[in-house]
């Protein structure tokens, strides 16, 4: 092994070698290369100062023109290392004193680092030599203070050639070495120029950012180990770009907010100088000003891996505060940052989190709909991302905002729901789902089903959002388990939404059913007898009555019969093949899926009726509620109906499955298995559910199995043996089974023989008597032929067994006996037998059995107080006399000439004992059976004696009435115009009209057991007969608000009756002419006040033979004085000096009286200001209690009313605070009807179908909501200030340490709040109009003034 040389050798050898280089110049390349190669290599081992002495003339000639710029790039390169490393070894003298020849050196440095892109090439390990030799001693810092021409741009042009030479696959080798070139250049520079500047920030934005990993890397570097003269220069750039706005004159200037973004993830702690400018930003006037800062700043908080809101917390609580900035867009910003911040994960402090949220919570009632819009966006994207930090009560808010004013809000909420349920679904697809995320999001179905009373949204919204409700990976056993899982939580709105919604499903299959069938036999029509011209215009006819039909069944109903018209134009056979088999019941998911996708895409997206198809075929279809899932659900009942532990699952089970058996029995096939083990269980209610599902979808039983029959067989003995409840379901089956079935004409029959047998033979058992009962009385409403070939037996039983045991003594008890009910149940049994039936043979027997069953009601219903020792306890006599009432009604329904009056009388007096019982029972039966208006006139007598409750009831139900007796009145016009000559028309029609209602009122006041005697009621000024007036006012008020063309009619009959006399006794008949009297003065007076019109009515009057007879003359009063003349007329048998009063309301438990008594007079203080002084408005929002006593305007109330304040009282203190929740609607809560057999109750259940339920629904929801009257200003205190329509604020306080709002309230400290609040109870139940308090003008500030005056 050769002996190593000494450093001086290697010197001397590198200096002989230097010597060479002139004769090599022109001998070729390689053998430059080698000799510079090998005074490299001698170089290298020669150290920092040790021999340079022996290095003389090699400087010179490395430095000549001809090896810098030579045309091989490998000359230049080791010429370049070998002056690198004579730099070195002459270091810290520099052996050039010239600076034109040290630039040169750098020229050549900057030329030979370039080839360090590539590390595979031959060039790099010499570029990366050269790399090392700079990095080691800092070569380049002379760079610095080079003076000659084009010396400044070198250091700008070192940074970009390490910046480009750089790249991932070198970054191993070179990074650090050209980390510590730069690093040192920057710490050795007095100032970092703008172009290093912009080298180094170009590197950190998009897009050399991306171009370039390596170098992003480099420069996050030199960010932060130059914590002087880079951050320096940093600082300055970036608060310069802010103040200018990005209108300086770096190139980067206008980017200035991604390179802040940038170096904040980088080291946030770099710009600390920054942060206090965008600080006074957030505060500034100015609002366009504060919205850029918002944004700024929201960006750098929540940009990937920025640690600003860790490392600078009071930054972050001050911008925090921007939620409540007066301006809308600001809000709108923070609501958009607040969901990003926390996605993000840059947040590490939890309080930071709920104050966000909380911030959430409050901007969903905030008066802009484009902040609650925001809002709602926000807290539904962590709720599909991060939904631990949503709390269900918050989820729940934002569900809260389907009763939005604003459409766009409604509609946005339904949409993000949905997603995020979609979302909860997917999570959890293929695992048990936890309790709290199940009650996070199981709610959500519910409340989507509630759109179905939006106007704008309805089922026609709400159907595709169910029926893509679940992604297709959700097994079909995991969507009906999360389905009991909503039901489990629906309450009865979204219950009677959602049978709506199969109603109308099974409407549209319906129709499109009748349009298959009639097109099919038009295309035979037209391939068996052609194209004729007559047979082509019927079946045009036809076929347009279809469109029509299909139509109807969406928003549009013009536009889509004509898109229905386009789809039948269409030859393609395969689309109208699949509309078949998409309706038929037994049409599995996937395959109705398949057919879905094969239909759309024979139609065509570029097809005009394309989105109407896709609707059209989301309607059709059974799913997600067909075949598979009633038999998924039925075998999770059956599974889990032992297990104590899942009982509220499977009693929501059973329920959906009524529910579904009600809207849609054709579903219900093949699951007589699973209904049979239902049937026999031992629980009662369990069996009592398996009958409701049977009796509403009855078809499932129609067959000859071994299964069906097992079933029917237990049905029969439930008819008999069961409860009540039970034997009504099992019997309403068997009678469905003897009308529409092939084989089952014999078992209710069978059932109704053993029942006539055993009562025959008195082995009925008391234990029996519910289910009997309810048997007979299904089958007496039913199959009434049926009823009356054993009416004799059922007759004799009830009447002289039942009706005839000894009930209990016991005067004390307030509770009704088993008996008694069990009499009571007898009672409508007889009632509902007296069902008209179409066997004409039948009709004497029926009549007499109808004047029987008059005659035992009559002895409940007007036995006196001997008689009533019978009925034992006073809870038991009047609840026979109730029963008695209700069967009466029963009976009246299919029968109404047995409308007699003294039966009339009672029944009418009912309401005195049982108000809320007999006022839905008159008003349903008046609107849903056709009870003649006579039956009206009682609900006025609950305008004396009752709450305001009761009150309130009986009015709506009144209007209810009226309403439906003017639609019946119409509907007889229309009818009988082209049979009926017009005089005989409008004395037919006035006895099916509303106002036909007064002369029963009339005639029940007159027989009132508490009217005064003729001399009582003329005594002081007729004070006695002042509660008959408040009732006939009751009824006249309501009569007259829904109509004032009924004021001809009603005065004619009010003086017609004069020229009557009682039918049943002369005697009473002052009484009659003393009530029309009242209630002549009661509609004349009303019509002076409004300016109505009282013309003559052009009709005759006729009058029920059974209550009035009519007499020659009209009856006369007593004279004024005596010895005068009598009176006649008008007000002739009124009490002299007799005046009209309202009624007051009474008071209810708060001491406060309803809002329907008179308003108190309050006398005008001229020392007190009718308004408040209005201060110039401020940029500030206002607190969240300014905002809620802030006056709520009413959409479209132009004109101030003021009898209608007359009327009118303010709830609550003149001072106190009236609440309002701004963006809600105020409707009055929905009144819908319940689904058949759904509560339980036995006493409507057999005297309603499902048709008539579902048009009940329909006009139910289709009505639109009224609003209430406006509220009042409130909250005059200092609290005001904070309004943006009153408020103003402080002069003088430095804008630095202002907030634009006062702290938010928690949601704890809200509800609290809502709890003192005296309309707290309506925040969340009913909805309110609102306004927008940026557009508040004169004329909304003068309707303020007037409400606050009253």
């Given at each position: 092994m050769a002996e190593q040389k000494t450093e001086r050798e290697c010197a001397m050898e590198a200096e002989r070698l230097g010597n060479k280089l002139k004769g090599a110049m022109n001998s070729g390349k390689s053998q430059l290369v080698k000799i510079l190669k090998d005074i490299s290599d001698a170089l290298s081992r020669v150290g920092q100062g040790e021999d340079g002495g022996e290095i003389n003339d090699l400087p010179r000639k490395l430095i000549t023109a001809t090896l810098l710029k030579h045309k091989e790039k490998e000359v230049r390169l080791y010429a370049a290392l070998c002056l690198s490393d004579v730099l070195r070894i002459f270091a810290p003298e520099d052996p050039y004193q010239d600076d034109l020849v040290l630039k040169g050196v750098y020229v050549a440095f900057l030329d030979a680092l370039a080839h360090l892109k590539d590390p595979s090439k031959s060039t790099f390990e010499c570029a990366h030599a050269l790399l090392q030799n700079i990095a080691a001693i800092g070569l380049c810092v002379p760079m610095l203070d080079l003076e000659c021409e084009g010396a400044d741009a070198l250091v700008p042009q070192l940074f970009e050639t390490l910046f480009d030479a750089l790249n991932p696959s070198n970054a191993g080798l070179v990074e650090e070495d050209v980390t510590k070139v730069l690093a040192i250049m920057i710490e050795e520079d007095e100032s970092t120029s703008p172009e290093v500047l912009h080298a180094v920030l170009e590197r950190l934005i998009q897009p050399m950012r991306g171009e370039n990993s390596a170098a992003h890397s480099l420069a996050c570097n030199l960010v932060?180990?130059?914590?002087?003269?880079?951050?320096?220069?940093?600082?300055?750039?970036?608060?310069?770009?802010?103040?200018?706005?990005?209108?300086?004159?770096?190139?980067?200037?206008?980017?200035?907010?991604?390179?802040?973004?940038?170096?904040?993830?980088?080291?946030?702690?770099?710009?600390?100088?920054?942060?206090?400018?965008?600080?006074?930003?957030?505060?500034?006037?100015?609002?366009?000003?504060r919205l850029r800062a918002v944004r700024l700043f929201g960006r750098i908080l929540s940009a990937p891996g920025s640690a600003v809101a860790r490392d600078f917390g009071n930054y972050l609580q001050q911008f925090l505060k921007r939620f409540n900035d007066k301006c809308t867009a600001v809000r709108v910003e923070m609501c958009r940052w607040g969901a990003s911040f926390l996605l993000c994960g840059n947040n590490s402090d939890p309080s930071v989190a709920r104050e966000v949220v909380e911030s959430f919570d409050q901007r969903l009632l905030d008066f802009n709909q484009e902040v609650r819009c925001a809002s709602v966006s926000a807290i539904c994207d962590l709720a599909e991302s991060f939904p631990r930090l949503i709390e269900p009560e918050l989820l729940k808010a934002v569900g809260d905002r389907m009763v939005d004013k604003k459409n766009s809000v409604r509609q946005l909420v339904m949409k993000r729901l949905s997603a995020a349920y979609r979302v909860y679904v997917a999570r959890f697809a293929d695992t048990e789902t936890p309790p709290a995320e199940a009650l996070r999001f199981d709610w959500i179905p519910s409340l989507l089903l509630k759109g179905c009373y939006q106007l704008d949204i309805k089922y026609h919204v709400v159907e595709p959002i169910l029926a893509d409700l679940f992604p297709a990976k959700v097994s079909l056993e995991r969507r009906s388990t999360y389905w009991l899982q909503a039901l489990c939580s629906m309450d009865e709105v979204s219950s009677r939404a959602f049978t709506h919604m199969l109603g109308a499903k099974l409407k549209v299959q319906r129709d499109m059913r009748e349009y298959l069938s009639v097109r099919q036999k038009t295309k035979a029509s037209q391939q068996s007898q052609g194209a004729e011209e007559a047979a082509e215009e019927v079946d045009a006819e036809t076929l347009a009555r279809q469109f029509t039909k299909v139509g109807s069944n969406f928003p549009d109903?013009?536009?889509?019969?004509?898109?229905?018209?386009?789809?039948?134009?269409?030859?393609?056979?395969?689309?109208?093949?699949?509309?078949?088999?998409?309706?038929?019941?037994?049409?599995?998911?996937?395959?109705?899926?398949?057919?879905?996708?094969?239909?759309?895409?024979?139609?065509?997206?570029?097809?005009?009726?394309?989105?109407?198809?896709?609707?059209?075929?989301?309607?059709?279809?059974?799913?997600?509620?067909?075949?598979?899932?009633?038999?998924?659900?039925?075998?999770?009942?059956?599974?889990?109906?032992?297990?104590?532990?899942?009982?509220?699952?499977v009693t929501a089970a059973l329920q959906h499955l009524v529910q579904l058996a009600t809207s849609a029995p054709h579903v219900f096939g093949l699951v007589a298995k699973d209904l049979t083990s239902l049937v026999h269980h031992g629980n009662e209610n369990v069996v009592e559910v398996a009958c409701r599902i049977t009796a509403?979808?009855?078809?499932?039983?129609?067959?000859?199995?071994?299964?069906?029959?097992?079933?029917?067989?237990?049905?029969?003995?439930?008819?008999?043996?069961?409860?009540?409840?039970?034997?009504?379901?099992?019997?309403?089956?068997?009678?469905?089974?003897?009308?529409?079935g092939k084989d089952g004409h014999g078992h209710i029959k069978e059932v109704l023989e053993v029942i006539s047998e055993a009562a025959r033979d008195d082995e009925l058992l008391d234990s029996n008597l519910p289910g009997v009962l309810a048997t007979v009385s299904v089958v007496g409403q039913r199959m009434p032929a049926l009823f009356m070939q054993h009416v004799d037996d059922i007759e004799t039983f009830i009447v002289k067994d039942l009706m005839s045991r000894p009930l209990p003594q016991s005067p004390k008890s307030s509770r009704v006996s088993s008996l008694a009910q069990m009499q009571s149940s007898g009672l409508k049994a007889l009632a509902i037998g007296c069902t008209r039936s179409q066997d004409k043979s039948q009709a004497a027997t029926r009549s007499a059995y109808t004047k029987r069953v008059v005659e035992v009601l009559r002895s409940i219903l007007l036995a006196d107080a001997n008689d009533m020792e019978r009925f034992g306890s006073a809870a038991d006599a009047a609840h026979l006399r109730v029963a008695a009432g209700k069967a009466f009604l029963v009976l009246v329904r299919s029968t109404p000439s047995f409308v007699q009056p003294d039966l009339f009388v009672s029944t009418a007096l009912l309401v005195k004992e049982s108000p809320a019982e007999m006022i839905g029972k008159f008003e349903h039966g008046i609107i849903k059976h056709g009870l003649p208006q006579a039956f009206a006139a009682p609900l006025a007598l609950c305008a004396v004696g009752h709450d305001s409750i009761t009150r309130k009831t009986a009015a709506d139900a009144l209007s209810s009435i009226f309403a439906n007796l003017r639609r019946r009145s119409v509907e007889f016009r229309e009818r009988y115009a082209s049979s009926m000559d017009a005089a005989t028309l409008n004395r037919t029609a006035l006895t099916h009209s509303a106002e036909y209602t007064l002369p029963y009122l009339v005639f029940l006041l007159a027989h009132h057991p508490d009217l005064p005697s003729k001399e009582m009621g003329a005594a002081n000024n007729g004070v006695a007969y002042r509660p008959f007036q408040q009732m006939v006012s009751f009824l006249v008020g309501t009569l007259t608000a829904g109509s004032k063309q009924c004021l001809p009619a009603a005065l004619k009959m009010m003086r017609a009756l004069k020229g009557t006399v009682d039918s049943t006794n002369v005697d009473l008949s002052h009484g009659i002419y003393v009530m029309s009297d009242i209630a002549l003065l009661v509609l004349n007076k009303l019509a002076a006040q409004k300016g109505w019109d009282t013309g003559q009515f052009p009709g005759q009057i006729s009058w029920p033979k059974a209550f009035f007879t009519l007499q020659e003359r009209r009856a006369k009063g007593d004279p004024i004085d005596e010895g005068g003349a009598p009176r006649v007329g008008d007000y002739s048998h009124l009490p002299v000096g007799f005046e009209l009063k309202a009624a007051a309301a009474p008071k209810q438990a708060d001491g406060q009286r309803s809002k329907t008594a008179p308003r108190r007079s309050r006398k005008k203080d001229p020392k007190t200001p009718l308004r408040k002084n209005v201060a110039a408005p401020s940029r500030r929002l206002p607190s969240r209690a300014a905002r809620r006593a802030a006056f709520v305007d009413t959409d479209g109330e132009e004109d101030y009313d003021e009898d209608e304040d007359a009327i009118m009282e303010v709830d609550g203190d003149d001072d106190g605070a009236n609440l309002a929740t701004f963006g809600l609607r105020r409707e009055p809560a929905l009144e819908l009807p319940a689904p058949s057999g759904w509560k339980g109750e036995e006493e409507d259940e057999e005297e309603e179908d499902d048709e008539e339920e579902e048009e009940e629904f329909e006009d139910e929801s289709d009505d639109e909501p009224s609003e209430d009257e406006n509220e009042a200003l409130a909250n005059e205190g200092d609290e005001a200030l904070d309004s943006p329509v009153m408020g103003k604020r402080k002069s003088g306080a430095p804008l630095a340490v202002r907030t634009n709002t006062p702290p938010p309230r928690s949601r704890s400290a809200r509800t609290a709040a809502k709890v003192t609040s005296p309309l707290a109870d309506k925040r969340r139940t009913t909805a309110a109009s609102s306004y927008d308090p940026e557009n508040l003008d004169g004329a909304t500030i003068g309707r303020v003034s007037k409400q606050r005056r009253r």
């Open positions: 932060r180990k130059s914590e002087n003269n880079l951050q320096l220069a940093v600082q300055h750039f970036l608060t310069d770009a802010l103040n200018t706005r990005g209108a300086g004159d770096h190139p980067l200037s206008k980017r200035y907010a991604d390179v802040l973004e940038a170096v904040a993830v980088v080291d946030s702690t770099s710009l600390v100088t920054v942060w206090p400018v965008i600080m006074d930003e957030l505060q500034n006037d100015d609002e366009e000003a109903p013009k536009k889509a019969a004509g898109h229905m018209e386009k789809i039948h134009a269409m030859k393609d056979g395969n689309i109208f093949r699949g509309l078949s088999a998409l309706i038929k019941p037994e049409t599995s998911a996937a395959e109705c899926e398949r057919i879905t996708d094969d239909i759309l895409k024979r139609i065509g997206s570029k097809n005009s009726a394309y989105e109407w198809a896709k609707l059209l075929l989301v309607k059709l279809s059974q799913q997600p509620f067909g075949r598979e899932h009633v038999c998924r659900v039925l075998e999770m009942a059956v599974a889990a109906v032992d297990d104590k532990g899942k009982l509220s699952s509403s979808a009855p078809s499932c039983l129609d067959g000859t199995s071994t299964l069906q029959g097992a079933i029917i067989d237990r049905l029969k003995v439930l008819c008999v043996e069961g409860t009540g409840a039970q034997a009504k379901q099992a019997a309403r089956t068997l009678v469905w089974l003897a009308c529409h």
